[in-house]
Structures are given as C-alpha cells and as structure tokens.
C-alpha cells in the first residue's frame, strides 16, 4: 500500500470555532450586579467577557439591564459583551457566534 495513500486518508484537521453555547456561566463576582459572566480567551491573548445582570447593557426575563440573584443564561435574551476593552450591549447569542467567528 502507498504510505503517502495511507496518510491521505487517516490525516484530517479538526476545526475548533468556539461558541455560545460552550460558555461556562458563573455569578458575576460583584455580587451587586445580581449576574452571571462567562469569559473566554482567544489564542492571540483576546479576552471576552459576556454577562447580563442589574445595570449591564443586557435584557432579562426581569427586564431591561436587570438582574437577579437566581439569574441564570436561560433568562437572558441579549448579553453585554466586551472584547479587547470594547463594550457592545445587548448581543444575542447569535451575535455572540459571530463575534467569535470573526476573532478565532
């Protein structure tokens, strides 16, 4: 059998794209946003940062740029997001792919 063949067929590149819904959501660390965050670092060193609570460009089941303490990502239906020190409020998870699409 050809090795050159062989190689073909068993060699494949596995494309990673990261997105929503592989985000790991945590209570925001101040405990006064009444939110949750995820963050994800790109390979060129890129930070961002999605969340949602009281006072963040976010809306909720609760309402416009409002928290709860029980928030969780399924009560939230547009997130504030900052990448590379920019703040873009009320992203839908939509939205959120394409960020990372265009920044992988």
Known sequence: MDTAFFFRIFTYKTIRVMAFKNLVFIDH??????????????????????VAGDNLYCTTKFGLRKGNHLLTEGDVSKFEVMIGGDVIGWQ?????DQIFKDNE
Request: glycine share 8%; hydrophobic share 35%; charged share 30%.
């Open 29 to 50: 660390p101040n405990k006064a946003a009444n939110g949750i965050m995820a963050k994800y670092r790109f390979n060129n060193g890129k930070e961002i940062s999605v």
């Open 92 to 96: 839908t998870r939509k939205d959120i």
